[in-house]
């Protein structure tokens, strides 16, 4: 599976209303590390409402400079959550559907663009 | 269109977060000398499962490895190269992720950069003082 193909695709929930895009995908690299890394597995998708591209992560973060941009992208991106792996049903060509009753986290990042 | 409200706070992970779009994509990679490679223009993952549908506790999937290619065209003009196309860089050898992704490897065994060597090897060689070491 190709991360790109997943990137922009339509979210549905389970009663195929129409949640927005694939915006970003989270991994978590918490594996055993074999050589080098740990594998890095995939915690969930963000997703958002109105568009998905990302520029510079303004809307995960907590930074308010430079002026007015963060609140430009901030506003872009509202409504954007992320869906944990366990809540994803299907992954389709054109469509990501949720399970029944998801949870939607907060994307929120900290200053050190961790959670 | 529906929203989701309130969102829930993520449960505390124990490893390090990354955010394919904010952390790996479009980031150069250097290998273990510092030498620049390429940049991340896409990543693969382990398949999720046999098909479409996800059976409840079907185990999350990993990457394994950073894509890079000829992807330019497809970056103006829509779509990806063939899978074919794409060249990798298996996780197994990433050393480091932070402003550049660096490799435990040395470039010069990885397929990413092979245009380069071409170059350098069969044109920049045969140009008289192309094969001296600049340093």
């Known amino acids: 599976m190709i991360l790109g193909d997943l990137l922009g695709t339509p979210v549905f929930d389970d009663d195929g209303v129409r949640l927005g895009r694939v915006a970003d995908a989270r991994f978590v690299v918490d594996g055993v590390p074999p050589q080098l890394m740990a594998d890095a597995r995939l915690l969930g998708l963000v997703v958002s409402p109105h568009s998905w591209s990302s520029f510079l992560g303004y809307e995960r973060n907590s930074l308010t400079q430079p002026w007015p941009l963060p609140a430009l992208l901030r506003w872009r991106h509202s409504g954007s959550f992320l869906v944990m792996w366990a809540d994803i049903a299907m992954i389709g060509d054109g469509s990501v559907r949720l399970r029944r009753g998801y949870t939607a986290y907060s994307p929120a990042l900290d200053g050190d663009g961790q959670e | ?135």
């Open chain 2, 1 to 135: 269109m529906k929203t989701p409200r309130p969102l829930v706070p993520v449960p505390p992970v124990a490893g390090r977060t990354l955010d394919a779009q904010l952390h790996l994509l479009d980031r150069q990679v250097l290998d273990n000398d510092g030498v620049p490679v390429t940049t991340v223009d896409d990543l693969e993952l382990s398949p999720p499962g046999s098909g479409p549908e996800i059976p409840e506790g079907t185990p999350a999937p990993v990457i394994t490895a950073l894509l890079t290619g000829p992807i330019l065209g497809t970056r103006i003009f829509g779509g990806r190269p063939p899978s074919s196309r794409l060249i990798r860089i298996p996780w197994k050898d990433v050393a480091d992720v932070g402003v550049v992704v660096r490799l435990g490897v040395s470039g010069q065994n990885l397929d990413a950069d092979w245009v380069e060597r071409w170059i350098r090897d069969k044109i920049i060689a045969r140009i008289p003082g192309g094969s001296r070491d600049p340093r």
